[in-house]
């Protein structure tokens, strides 16, 4: 604390090579800011430790806590008395540093603690998102709901007040090197109070998997208000779901789902599955992809696909396809899904989600019993 002041972490993020930028500053979000500039600033809110320090050894002192992935905690003497210089990374799945955060302050005064943070990578390849145990410290994703991967559907679907999908998608799906992306998002609190996430985006493409490396902050805070969906969009979901029709995009190339605009099919497990294109029958999936020609025209599409449902077998679901807007050549398209009632199933369906003999589970079974068990009593419009 320096005037009653509380002094912010500054978080760096370290997603692409040769990145090294400013995420945020506190709660305070500062976009990809230079972090020469934020350094000089660090310093210039104490002038006696520039006896002390430069830009350059604190640039070098991160780039060493990156590297080594270790954090630091040094000493510095200035005729003000003792400052620390703390820097810890923070970690993605497979260990690697996605930012490193950064404290300077007097070595006598209050030490806060850094906000929880985790690093992420998309997948393109698996269409998933790749997440570190330590997700489950943000608020959102509670111990017995992890899993080591998520579709990006699954994610939309736990995030209110958001409404940049199509950007995200463009960048996930299509990823070139130098794309970045942040923004904020609400999650649903365990408690029942919403927190708060800041993501933090680069793509890769120098590396595999291909895809994108993330930053996901939390930052929830006790005077967060409560977001309440329009009546324009509680209405559209609530005719949709009296008509029995669902909307999705739809990732043509990949064939998966990526994300619902209504409530989702019911009949439908497009959730907690290994692979997100499971949700659709192995020998319809090219069908599927084919129908990318039709709408880059214009048109609409139709077809008749067998959906994974709940049981383990196939529910047969008419899809109506339409160009998504501005985006066709990207494969996403939107589509109208409704249950085909007067085809019969080819297969038994059995238990709710009971193994069938001799088949390995395509998914996480115990997580999503548990999610089904709470899926009313959190579910969220957005």
Known sequence: MRNGVVIPWVTIETLAPGALSVASVGETAREFAGWQRVAQ????????????????????????????????????PTTAGPHLL????????AGDVHAVRVWLGPADGPKPEPAPAVGAVWDLDTQTVA????????????AEEYVPGMSIAELFARMTAFDRHAELLDLLYDP????????EVTMPGLTGNPGRWRITIR?????????????????SSTSMPVAWPTLERVGLREAHRRAGTHLAVVQLEHTSISHWLTDPAP??????????????????????????????????AGVVVR??????????????????PGYSARQLAIAQLVRVPDIPLLEPEPSLLDVPGGHAPIGYDDQLRHWLSRRLERRVDY
Not at 54 to 66: F, N
Not at 131 to 142: D, E, F, H
Not at 208 to 218: F, K, S, T
Not at 275 to 282: D, G, I, K, S, T
């Open 307 to 324: 959906a994974l449902n709940y049981n383990g077998g196939y529910t047969p679901t008419s899809l109506l396809m339409y160009p998504y």
């Open 267 to 300: 009949w439908i497990r497009w959730d907690y599955l290994f692979r997100p294109v499971e949700a659709f029958h192995p020998d319809d999936r090219d069908r599927l992809a084919e129908l990318g020609g039709n709408l880059r025209s214009g048109g609409t």
């Open 131 to 142: 997440l570190p145990g330590g997700i489950t410290s943000l608020c959102g994703i509670s």
């Open 203 to 219: 793509a890769r493409t120098d590396t595999r998997p291909r895809g994108a490396w993330w930053l996901i902050e939390d930052i």
């Open 176 to 183: 070139k090197p130098g794309d970045k992306l942040q923004f």
């Open 41 to 76: 600033r660090l310093l210039a809110r104490t002038p006696a430790l520039y006896d002390s320090l430069t830009t350059s050894l604190i640039t070098e002192a991160v780039l060493g806590v990156r590297d080594r992935a270790q954090e630091l905690e040094q000493s510095v």
């Open 86 to 93: 703390r820097i810890r990374p923070v970690f993605g799945p």
